[in-house]
């Protein structure tokens, strides 16, 4: 077994009601905290397991769990557990109650606004920087919009009950929850600009780069019809963008996997508007 860093605490959902639960079960867990030692962990960074136990990753993988101090993490930890999340699903559904606010470990969410005809168009995306749900802390109870898996994504989540605790105990919770708010708003106005003004070419080509992003990798898993929706085009305006780019020599496409294979071309045929999401993150972060 390989220890990297010792098991604390953390615990998976065994919830068999959870489609997507996960993870190692408790015979697992024992066995690797005994193999790791049970001495106290000097900080939050130390929490953690074998990578052979956990395909889905960390809650330190969260950049906003990571960057808590150790006292407001360890608040949350006992109510955390990891879920796998499948390309697709629903999580949450825009008008239902949160019942969860969910920390992603890597992949990408997408949130959605829905309109009355079933229509749905991207607003915003979610990675390891972010949180969704996180409002359900300050009081925000039904969700706004539609948050789904945009490709596979691993996340650690909490009740939005013991959420809704922490924050009221921890200056940190409370204060990213707002901030990562901001960052969702900012995303929302940019990415209305873009819609509306910008061509669909370099919309698919942003795009692109922010799922890049999000997956760590230069292969995207991204069928046309995810594309079409996200994008709030038909499909066949994606197919003719997929080609028109691809015969520039910038990603290939096959099969519902988009490879990029020249960055640099897909960022000059994007439009400003990867760039200034990028930047905004980076300062309300
Ligand atoms: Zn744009």
Redesign the pocket.
């Known amino acids: 077994m390989i220890c990297k860093r010792r098991y604390d605490g953390y615990r998976t959902d065994n919830d068999p009601a959870d489609p997507y639960k996960t993870g190692p079960q408790d015979a697992s867990r024992s066995a690797l905290a005994n193999a790791c030692g049970t001495s106290a962990r000097p900080t939050g960074r130390d929490i953690a397991v074998s990578i052979q136990v956990s395909k889905v990753g960390l809650p330190l993988d969260n950049k906003l769990l990571a960057s808590l101090p150790r006292g407001d993490f360890a608040r949350l930890i006992p109510h955390l557990s990891s879920i796998a999340l499948q390309q697709g699903a629903v999580l949450i559904e825009a008008g239902d109650e949160v019942d969860y606010v969910y920390f992603p470990h890597y992949g990408m969410l997408s949130l959605l606004a829905v309109l009355r005809d079933g229509k749905a168009i991207e607003t915003a995306t979610v990675g390891r920087e972010g949180v969704v749900g996180a409002m359900a802390g300050l009081g925000l109870y039904k969700s706004l919009v539609r948050v789904v898996v945009q490709m596979p994504t691993a996340a650690s989540k909490i009740a939005a009950t013991h959420f809704r605790t922490v924050v009221a105990t921890s200056d940190p919770v409370s204060s990213f929850a707002i901030r990562y708010n901001e960052v969702l708003l900012s995303q929302a106005r940019?990415t209305a600009?873009?819609n509306a003004?910008?061509s669909i070419e370099?919309?698919f080509c942003?795009w692109l780069l922010q799922c890049a992003d999000r997956a760590a990798s230069t292969t995207v898993p991204l069928t046309q019809e995810f594309l079409a929706e996200m994008l709030g085009v038909r499909r066949t305006s994606v197919t003719e963008v997929a080609s028109k780019v691809q015969n520039a020599g910038a990603i290939t496409y096959s099969r519902g996997v988009i490879r990029i294979i020249d960055r640099a071309a897909l960022t000059r045929m994007?439009?400003?508007?990867?760039e200034t999401l990028v930047e905004q993150s980076a300062t309300l972060s």
Do not use: D, G, K, T
């Not at 994007?270 to 990867?274: F, G, L, M, W």
């Open positions: 940019i600009a873009c003004l910008h370099a919309r942003r994007s439009c400003e508007c990867y």
